[in-house]
């Protein structure tokens, strides 16, 4: 079965200081990906999406997400980081079952 | 444009009572609906999924149910809430044939069971 992998569970930084948050999946075939971000006391939102062709995707509020077809990996950057990007990042994964699988997600915190 | 509306915000059930959660979408046709519920440090797990009125897809077995009665409305009940039941219900939208189209989710439900 399909899944998802989010290794780094909880992450803090400092101001400016660059971010990458890994995830890899788990499907030999074809496969859209997602990066999720739930700020605190707010609902998901979508942050980017890869679906074909550039695999360097890039998406609100300065983050990027590059597609590693050899690695299984779609991971997130930004270079750097605010106080403000103080939140807890999805990453999903649609192989065409009709739903998304999400990984376990990482909480990500900015001190300022 | 869509929206998505879930309610209610917050809801506190003893053990043993029934429970039902509402999701309704605007704005779109046919939508592909889902119930996901979130735990700390679990990430989000697919409970059910429907592609259209009264059809749905279940993920994992378990207490609850999910019904879709209308084109952009779908239910999750249970005839009696465990502890487990506990956590954080997400409604959520996607486009119909597309797997281009991200999912949009409702603000969620926090489910205490007592």
């Known amino acids: 079965a399909q899944s998802v992998s989010q290794h780094n569970h909880h992450v803090i930084l400092s101001e400016a200081a660059s971010l990458e948050l890994g995830c890899n999946y788990s499907y030999g075939g074809t496969v859209n990906l997602f990066w999720y971000v739930q700020y605190p006391g707010q609902h998901l939102q979508l942050l980017l999406k890869y679906f074909s062709g550039d695999p360097l995707v890039k998406g609100i509020k300065g983050f990027e997400a590059e597609f590693i077809k050899s690695k299984f990996s779609f991971n997130l950057r930004k270079p750097s980081v605010q106080w403000s990007d103080t939140a807890e990042y999805f990453c999903a994964a649609d192989t065409g079952r009709r739903a998304l699988t999400f990984g376990s997600g990482t909480r990500l915190q900015v001190q300022p | 444009s869509q929206t998505i509306h879930q309610w209610p915000a917050t809801l506190v059930q003893p053990v043993g009572s029934p429970l039902s959660l509402e999701c309704t979408v605007e704005g779109t046709s046919n939508p592909n609906l889902y119930w996901y519920r979130q735990a700390a440090g679990r990430g989000l797990q697919l409970l059910f999924y429907s592609v259209g009125i009264g059809q749905i897809s279940s993920e994992v077995p378990q207490n609850l149910s999910a019904s879709r009665p209308q084109d952009r409305q779908f239910i999750l009940s249970s005839k009696k809430l465990l502890l487990s039941d506990s956590g954080f219900y997400l409604c959520?939208?996607?486009?119909?044939?597309?797997?281009?189209?991200?999912?949009?989710f409702g603000n969620g439900t926090r489910l205490t069971v007592t």
């Open positions: 959520a939208w996607r486009g119909t044939g597309s797997r281009n189209s991200p999912l949009h």
